[in-house]
């Protein structure tokens, strides 16, 4: 059994930075490839970002390349999303994912991934 744990949400204002972390149990996190997905009120739950088992390749949506940043640390199985400069439209449910790895391969649809956390809400006021 797969445990993930989120951390970090909170209320911020626009162009906070902030960081979430995902704890992770149970697994040989190092095997995982590991995602953020996020899920905004009366919208589906969207891809943000993943990260390769080993961290050295991660993939982002558009809207937030450039602003949030994924990273892992392995030998603490927990993975991390820096999120810099916040907008209002990146206030929801922050999710994290993790699949066995995929190697070079990256999933964007929530099926693909077999183990979720609880969630932790962000909000951004503007």
């Known amino acids: 059994q797969v445990q993930l744990v989120e951390s970090g949400g909170g209320l911020v204002q626009a162009g906070d930075s902030l960081r979430l972390s995902c704890a992770a149990s149970?697994?040989?996190?190092?095997?995982?490839?590991m995602a953020w997905f996020r899920q905004a009120p009366g919208k589906e739950r969207e891809f943000v970002g993943s990260?390769?088992?080993?961290?050295?390749?991660?993939y982002y949506e558009d809207s937030v390349k450039g602003r949030f940043t994924i990273s892992r640390d392995n030998a603490e199985s927990t993975v991390y999303l820096q999120m810099n400069t916040l907008r209002s439209e990146d206030t929801a449910v922050y999710y994290c994912?993790?699949?066995?790895?995929?190697?070079?391969?990256?999933?964007?649809?929530?099926?693909?991934?077999?183990?979720w956390g609880q969630g932790t809400q962000v909000t951004v006021s503007s």
């Open positions: 994912a993790a699949r066995p790895s995929s190697g070079a391969l990256v999933y964007t649809a929530t099926n693909k991934y077999d183990y």
């Open positions: 149970g697994h040989t996190f190092s095997t995982y490839t």
């Open positions: 990260i390769s088992s080993s961290g050295r390749s991660s």
